[in-house]
C-alpha cells in the first residue's frame, strides 16, 4: 500500500520499532457532535473513507468538505507483533484540530486539548498483539472563542487573511513501541563558544543503578563520549566535542548524537538524534550569530499548500519551500500563524535556514481571563517540542495584539506569555506580540505596509525615531533592537479578486523597483537587526506572494536574491 508522508515524523529523536498509520482510516462528519451519544465509537463501517494526514477540507483527502465540521471521527486497524508487548507502546499524533479523544480496542486512551502540538497516548493496557481497533474523534468549536486557529476562516468562505479551515488530523499518527522504562523527552543545549551540548533527559519513570551515555560524531568521525549515572527518571550530563563546527546560513554543520540507556550491563534504551552548536544573542541592537553580526533577511512562510491546506503534500514540499526562499536570497524565516512540523525543522536544520517559532495566536483574544491559560498550556508544549531544533533562533506567541478593551488583562496575558517563554527557554530572544502592543519584548518590532518608497525610505532612515502605530500607548526605549517583521505583501495578480496591500505595480519592473526600494531602506539603517517580507507563496485570495500558490516564481529568483543579499549596514 502506498502510504501517504510515509517518512519518520520526529527526525531528532528517532527509534526504528514504530509503524507508519497514514493511510485510508473510515471517516464521518458528526455536525452535531453527538457522535458519542449515537455509538459512532461502535460504529463499522463509518459512513466516508478519509486519507490521514490531510484534514477533510483538502482534495488530497479524498473529501473536500468545506463547512463547519463541529466533530470528526476516524476509525481503523492496525497489527501489533508479539515484542511490541513487551514493553510500552506509544500512540502518537503530530497534530489534531482541536480536542482529541482516542479509543483502542473500545477503550479511552486519551484527551488532548490544542490543534498545534504533537501529543502521546500509552496505550499499552488496551493494545493486543495482532490486530487493533483505533477510533479517534476531534471535536473543533471554532466559532466559540475559546481556541487559538490562526489563518483559519472564521466564516463560510474564505476572505481576506483568512483561508479554509482545518479540522481533525492533519499530521502523521504513528505507533511506537519502546521499553518498559524509555527515554520520554529531552533538551539539548549547545555551548557554541564551550563546544559542548547540555543533554537533559527525561524518562517515563524512576530507574535505579542506570547510566546514560551519550556518544557525538561529525561525518561519521568520533567527537565526543559521556556517561551519567541514574538514580531517578531524569539525568543531565554535559557532552564536549573534539572539534567545533557551528551551525548557520550557508553551513549548516550537524553533529550525529546517539543516546543509550543502560542498567546491569545492559542496554535498555536507545535514541538516534543530532544537534548543532550555534549560539544567538544580541550585541547592542545588532543580532549575532556565533559571535559575528547576521542581518535576518526573513521570508513570511504562512505553510498553506493547494492540495493539502496545512499539509504538505510530501516530505519534498516541505524542502522545496525552503529552497524556494533560500534562492531568492532569504535566510529563514517567520513561520507564521502555524506551528510547522518536525520534519520542515529538519530541514531547516540541515539545511542552514534560520526560522522564528510561533504560536496560531488568532481566534482567542487575550484580553479575556480564560485566555491564558488555554493559549500557555499549548505554547509550552510546542516549545517543549521545539527546545533543541537549531533553526529555532527566537520565540513569538502572539501576532498582531491591540485595542483597548481590557487593556489590563490583556496586558497581564502578554506578560505572563513573555515570562514564561523566557523562564522556559533563556537562550533564545522572545517577541511578545509581533507587530502589535508590546508589553515586554527583547525586540521592538513593527508591521509596516507603506507602499511609497520614498515614505519608507524616510521612515526608516538611519536615525529617524522607530515608526509605532501605537505610539500613543506605549514607548520605545531606544535600546532594544528593532525589526520591521512585516512589510511590502506587494500586490501582483491577474485575479480580479484577488488582493495584495496597496495598488498594485503595471510592469514587472514597477515591481522590482519597489521592492528594490523598500528592502534596501531596510538592510540601509545600522539599527535594524532585521526584516521580514510578506510573503512566500499567494495563499487563496492573498496573492501577494513571491511565488503562487502553486510555487511557480513571479519574478526571476536571481533578481530578488541580488536585491536581499547585498550588505546590510550592520554587517559591515
Avoid at 508522508?5 to 482510516?25: A, S, V
Avoid at 549560539?279 to 499548500?305: A, H, M
Wanted: proline share 6%.
Amino acid at each position: 500500500m502506498n502510504i501517504p508522508r510515509p517518512e519518520y515524523p520526529r527526525p531528532q529523536f528517532r527509534r526504528p520499532t514504530w509503524l507508519n498509520l497514514n493511510g485510508p482510516w473510515q471517516f464521518e462528519i458528526d455536525h452535531g457532535a453527538s457522535g458519542r451519544a449515537r455509538g459512532l465509537i461502535e460504529k463499522d463501517p463509518l459512513d466516508q473513507t478519509i486519507q490521514v494526514p490531510f484534514c477533510p477540507e483538502s482534495q488530497l483527502s479524498g473529501i473536500g468538505y468545506k463547512d463547519f465540521m463541529a466533530a470528526v471521527w476516524y476509525r481503523r486497524t492496525f497489527t501489533l507483533p508479539e515484542e511490541a508487548l513487551e514493553g510500552r507502546v506509544l500512540l502518537h499524533f503530530g497534530a489534531v484540530d482541536y480536542q482529541a479523544e482516542a479509543w483502542v480496542n473500545g477503550k479511552s486512551v486519551g484527551v488532548h486539548s490544542g490543534g498545534y502540538a504533537s501529543f502521546t497516548f500509552d496505550i499499552t493496557e488496551a493494545a493486543v498483539a495482532g490486530e487493533n481497533t483505533l477510533v479517534v474523534c476531534a471535536d473543533d468549536k471554532q466559532r466559540e472563542g475559546r481556541q487559538p486557529f490562526g489563518k483559519q476562516s472564521d466564516r463560510y468562505k474564505s476572505y481576506a487573511c483568512s483561508y479554509t479551515r482545518t479540522t481533525g488530523i492533519w499530521q502523521t499518527v504513528w505507533v511506537e513501541w519502546v521499553p518498559d522504562t524509555y527515554m520520554q523527552s529531552f533538551r539539548l543545549t549547545p555551548d557554541a563558544e564551550n563546544g559542548t551540548v547540555l543533554v537533559d533527559v527525561q524518562l517515563n519513570k524512576p530507574i535505579k543503578n542506570a547510566w546514560l551515555t551519550a556518544i557525538a560524531t561529525f561525518e561519521n568521525a568520533l567527537q565526543g563520549v559521556k556517561t551519567a549515572f541514574i538514580d531517578d527518571d531524569k539525568v543531565q550530563l554535559l557532552l564536549s566535542v573534539e572539534d567545533k563546527h557551528l551551525w548557520g546560513p550557508g553551513h549548516p554543520a550537524l553533529y550525529d548524537l546517539k543516546l543509550e540507556l543502560s542498567a546491569e550491563g545492559k542496554t535498555v534504551d536507545a535514541v538516534d538524534s543530532y544537534f548543532a552548536l550555534r549560539s544567538v544573542c544580541f550585541r547592542g541592537k545588532t543580532f549575532l550569530l556565533n559571535g559575528e553580526p547576521l542581518f535576518q533577511r526573513l521570508i513570511l512562510d504562512q505553510g498553506f499548500y493547494p492540495d493539502g491546506i496545512y499539509t504538505a503534500p510530501s516530505d519534498d514540499a516541505l524542502v522545496h519551500d525552503i529552497e524556494m526562499s533560500m534562492a531568492m536570497g532569504f535566510n529563514g524565516a517567520r513561520l507564521h500563524q502555524k506551528v510547522f512540523e518536525q520534519r520542515f525543522l529538519y530541514h531547516a536544520d540541515r539545511l542552514g535556514y534560520i526560522c522564528w517559532g510561533e504560536m496560531p495566536s488568532w481566534g482567542i483574544d487575550p484580553a479575556r481571563p480564560q485566555t491564558l491559560g488555554i493559549f500557555l498550556r499549548e505554547w509550552l508544549e510546542v516549545m517543549e517540542r521545539d527546545y533543541s531544533a537549531p533553526s529555532i533562533i527566537g520565540w513569538c506567541p502572539f501576532n498582531e495584539v491591540w485595542g483597548e478593551s481590557n487593556e489590563g488583562q490583556r496586558d497581564l496575558t502578554l506578560q505572563v506569555t513573555y515570562r514564561a517563554t523566557k523562564a522556559v527557554d533563556k537562550t533564545r530572544p522572545v517577541i511578545d506580540t509581533s507587530g502589535g502592543w508590546h508589553t515586554e519584548t527583547d525586540i521592538f518590532d513593527t508591521h509596516d505596509y507603506e507602499q511609497s518608497v520614498e515614505i519608507f525610505k524616510e521612515r526608516y532612515a538611519p536615525g529617524a525615531p522607530l515608526y509605532d502605530r501605537f505610539e500613543s500607548h506605549q514607548h520605545y526605549d531606544g535600546v532594544k533592537p528593532m525589526f520591521v517583521s512585516e512589510y511590502g505583501g506587494i500586490r501582483w495578480t491577474n485575479d480580479v479578486y484577488g488582493w495584495g496591500y496597496g495598488i498594485g505595480p503595471k510592469t514587472e519592473e514597477e515591481f522590482i523597483e519597489r521592492y528594490r526600494g523598500l528592502t534596501t531602506a531596510l538592510l540601509s539603517n545600522p539599527e535594524h537587526c532585521g526584516f521580514c517580507y510578506t510573503q512566500l507563496t499567494d495563499v487563496e485570495q492573498e496573492q501577494n506572494g513571491l511565488y503562487t500558490y502553486e510555487r511557480v516564481a513571479k519574478f526571476p529568483p536571481a533578481v530578488i536574491r541580488e536585491i536581499n543579499t547585498q550588505k546590510a549596514a550592520c554587517e559591515k
